[in-house]
C-alpha cells in the first residue's frame, strides 16, 4: 500500500511539473515516463533481461535474504509503475488524442 501511494504521490508530482513546464497534453508523456523508469528497474532486478544460464549461474550464487530482498525490489518497483501508467492511460484519452 505504501508504494502504491508513492507511485501515486510520483504521478501528481509529475501532473504538476507537466503543467508548470510544458502543457497540459505532456501529462500522459511525463507520467508514463516515470511508469517506464521503474518497469525498467523492475525488470533489471527480477532478471527478465537475461538469458537462462545466467539465471541460473546467479541462482546458484544467490543467498536467500539477496533472492528476498531483490524481488521485493522488483515487485515494489512495479507497483510503483501501476498508477503512473494509469494516469497516463486517462489523460491520453481524456485530452483526446
Keep these: ?7 501515486t504521490g510520483l504521478s501528481l508530482t509529475g501532473i504538476l511539473l507537466a503543467i508548470i513546464i510544458w502543457d ?5 508523456n511525463v507520467t508514463s515516463g516515470i511508469g ?18 545466467r539465471m541460473r549461474a546467479n541462482w546458484a550464487n544467490e543467498t ?10 522488483a515487485w515494489c518497483s512495479l507497483i ?3 498508477p503512473n501508467f ?5 489523460f491520453y ?5
Design 64 to 73: 536467500k535474504e539477496s533472492w528476498i530482498q531483490r524481488n521485493k525490489i
Design 36 to 53: 517506464f523508469i521503474f518497469l525498467i528497474v523492475a525488470c533489471l532486478f527480477s532478471g527478465a533481461f537475461v538469458n537462462g544460464d
Design 1 to 7: 500500500m505504501k508504494y502504491l501511494l508513492i507511485g
Design 86 to 90: 494509469a494516469i497516463a492511460f486517462i
Design 24 to 28: 497540459v497534453h505532456m501529462i500522459s
Design 80 to 82: 510503483m509503475a501501476i
Design 93 to 97: 484519452y481524456y485530452l483526446g488524442y
